[in-house]
T-cell receptor
């Protein structure tokens, strides 16, 4: 079974530039999550999709971050404009969904963003 | 509200010694609890999970954890450390709200020969 695919693996940009990350979840997984992992901290949920609808985006900085999940499959997370404090690893995860959080919950390898 | 506290950001163990990583949670209701491992430049891999069945949970790679409601703890143990156990370990909690996980700050494990 193919895992959660993310690209790019690494990205370096200057502050105030824009950047986009892509995630392809496991086939058939209805729920998709984006987490932000700052160095030395645990991952923090940014946004959660159920199919192509947003379930939770309470911790997404909406003035600069946006995310979409077209057709309930792939997802893109965008930052515009980037700040130095956005330097982090952005992890995508997917699951079969449902009220129990352990239905095939799988993480991708992440995209490491460095803002200089 | 719920939160997760991992005691000790770094733990050093000798190869063959006991590995003990501490995790305490605060929650008004029994939560789902997880331990994940993260190797350098990789995503998170599930070690084990507690979902209100058995309080002693066995996971992969010889790890196990015990849910203690009275202590609000979910400590992770492995009887004998191996060099390949060197990684960062995260405790996470979910109240079953459609998969939203809240993670602790992580514990970096170093294994010395």
């Amino acid at each position: 079974e193919a895992g959660v695919a993310q690209s790019p693996r690494y990205k370096i940009i200057e502050k105030r530039q824009s950047v986009a990350f892509w995630c392809n979840p496991i086939s058939g997984h209805a729920t998709l999550y984006w987490y932000q992992q700052i160095l030395g901290q645990g991952p923090k949920l940014l946004i959660q999709f159920q199919n192509n609808g947003v379930v939770d985006d309470s911790q997404l900085p909406k003035d600069r971050f946006s995310a979409e999940r077209l057709k309930g499959v792939d997802s893109t997370l965008k930052i515009q404009p980037a700040k130095l404090e956005d330097s982090a690893v952005y992890l995508c995860a997917s699951s079969l969904g449902g009220p129990a959080p352990d239905y095939g919950y799988t993480f991708g390898s992440g995209t490491r963003l460095t803002v200089v | 509200a719920q939160s997760v506290t991992q005691l000790g950001s770094h733990v050093s163990v000798s190869e063959g010694a006991l590995v003990l990583l501490r995790c305490n949670y605060s929650s008004s209701v029994p939560p789902y609890l997880f331990w994940y491992v993260q190797y350098p430049n990789q995503g998170l891999q599930l070690l084990l999970k507690y979902t209100s069945a058995a309080t002693l949970v066995k996971g992969i790679n010889g790890f196990e954890a015990e849910f203690k409601k009275s202590e609000t703890s979910f400590h992770l143990t492995k009887p004998s450390a191996h060099m390949s156990d060197a990684a960062e370990y995260f405790c996470a909690v979910s109240k079953g709200s459609w998969g939203k996980l809240q993670f602790g700050a992580g514990t970096q494990v170093v294994v010395t020969p």
